[in-house]
């Protein structure tokens, strides 16, 4: 219930605010027919009361002069104040001279008397009046005429009659006005009320709408977090896994290893003795076996980075450092063949590992080298953009290359250990995962963005505070 009282209330202040404006609009339309049907008036002056014509035409000209007088004041505050009694005021002025008229002609007898019905309905189709301002502009017009006709001297018994004819139709066109003005008003009222609810519900509607859309919006970057989380727990289950098979297996490989590294050594030494025409094919048969050697140290080397993540410090590392000891250790694969583009801030750094970050650096560079031997270029030169910058309290840095980027059905698996697309012999796959752990120790997150045949983006995010 109080909350309806409270709604009539707002709506019933709208709605004076509202009828005050088009009131002055209303006004002014009055103010403009009272300026223009006064003047036009003496085309009838002129056939009914010719011997007048000069005496009425000064009092038109009166009510015009208040007419503007009236429409001047509108237009100030005062009117915008007291636009209801300007409004009653508006439809007194053109029945005062028509009663003036009906006094200096026959009274009761004078036709002019029809002006003041006139007078009257244009108060009902014009002014937009309560009912209390109908009942005191009807009852002023006919007080007016009463008085024209009382002060011209004694009523005959034809005038009376004319006088008590011409009161009763006044009397009825009164009523009328008062009637239709409250009718109007109250179908105005009624109009302005569902308008005003019916805003309302759609601006409510709206508010909702836009917290909806809001909270969807919520919805679907909580969505993308989990489902980013998830990822990572993923990923990071499958590097525990990795670190526990690669502490397996490095164990294992570890002797034999030693063993075979040891009969190398004796077995180099002995080669002296081995007849010379044999020599040569010994020394060959040696040193693939070193080769061999070497490159299962590598990949023992490569494993152990599972096996213990997160053993080295941070600290705060010059990116421009790392990327240039990137770009000088493969400077022999990229000089005269690749243009690197640098946009670097001055003095941007990283929270990392510097040994590591350059070891992530160069991988991602070799990637891109190798990538890019796989595509034809036409008119277009091989290019690796690198570029730094600060945002969302993160420094960012990211590696773009116009290879044949990397293919859809490939993206989600780039980053899990042993994954590759090189022929058999050219990697191991471990590359990217070994990326992600040493960026993952930071506090970092790596991405990638590719468009097959086009381009190739990986990005590096640190936090500013470790």
């Known amino acids: 219930m109080k909350d309806h009282i409270h709604n009539d209330a707002e709506v019933l202040r709208s709605y004076a605010d509202y009828e005050r404006e088009i009131t002055l609009k209303h006004l002014r339309v009055g103010c403009y027919m009272v300026m223009t049907l006064m003047p036009v008036g003496v085309v009838l002056d002129y056939f009914v009361y010719p011997d007048k014509l000069g005496y009425f035409f000064k009092l038109r000209l009166l009510s ?45 007898a004078s036709p002019y008397y029809a002006g003041l019905n006139l007078v009257l309905l244009a108060i ?55 009637a239709g003005g409250r009718l109007h008003r109250t179908l105005r009222i009624r109009e302005f009320t569902l308008r005003f609810e019916l805003d309302k519900n759609k601006q409510a509607l709206e508010q909702s709408n836009q917290k909806l859309d809001s909270q969807n919006k919520e919805l679907a970057d909580t969505l993308q977090k989990l489902t980013e989380a998830e990822s990572q727990l993923v ?36 080669g002296k003795y081995v007849a010379p025409d044999q020599k040569a094919e010994f020394e ?68 990392a590992n510097k040994t590591k970050l ?46 044949p980027g990397i293919k859809s059905e490939h993206l989600g698996k780039i ?19 070994i990326c992600y752990r040493i960026v993952q120790e930071s506090n970092g997150k790596i991405s990638v963005r590719t468009e097959p045949g086009k381009f190739c983006e990986f990005t590096l995010e640190f936090p500013l505070k470790g």
């Open 124 to 178: 009902a189709l014009v002014m937009r009046w309560t009912v209390g301002l109908s009942i005191a502009g009807s009852l002023s017009v006919i007080a007016m005429y009463v008085g024209s006709c009382w002060f011209r001297g004694p009523l005959s018994s034809a005038h009376f009659a004319a006088l008590v004819n011409n009161l009763y139709f006044l009397a009825l066109t009164g009523v009328i006005v008062v």
């Open 235 to 270: 990923q990071q289950e499958k590097m525990a896994s990795l670190g526990v098979m690669s502490a397996g297996i490095i164990h294992e490989i570890n002797n034999p290893l030693n063993f075979a590294t040891t009969g190398l050594y004796t077995l180099r030494k002995k």
């Open 358 to 403: 350059i070891h992530v650096l160069t991988n991602l560079l070799q990637n891109s080298l190798d990538a890019m031997r796989e595509k034809s270029f036409n008119g277009e030169q091989p290019t690796i953009w690198i570029e730094g910058r600060v945002e969302r309290g993160a420094s960012i840095l990211t590696l773009r290359d116009n290879g």
């Open 415 to 433: 980053f899990d250990p042993f994954f590759t697309t090189k022929d058999v012999g050219a990697g191991m796959g471990l590359g990217l995962s």
């Open 284 to 351: 060959d048969i040696v040193k693939d076996i070193e080769d061999g050697v070497s490159r299962v140290k590598n990949i023992v080397s490569d494993l152990r980075m599972f096996t213990h993540p997160g053993s080295d410090d941070l600290d705060e590392v010059e990116v421009t450092e790392a990327v240039t000891s990137a770009l000088r250790f493969l400077s022999n694969e990229w000089k005269d063949r690749v243009r690197i583009e640098q946009n670097l801030l001055e003095r941007q750094t990283v929270r």
């Open 64 to 108: 015009v002069v208040f007419a503007g007088a009236v429409w001047g004041v509108l237009r100030t505050w005062i009117g915008k104040k007291f636009h209801y009694l300007l409004s009653l005021m508006i439809a007194v002025i053109p029945a005062f001279f028509i009663c003036w008229m009906i006094y200096a002609t026959e009274g009761p």
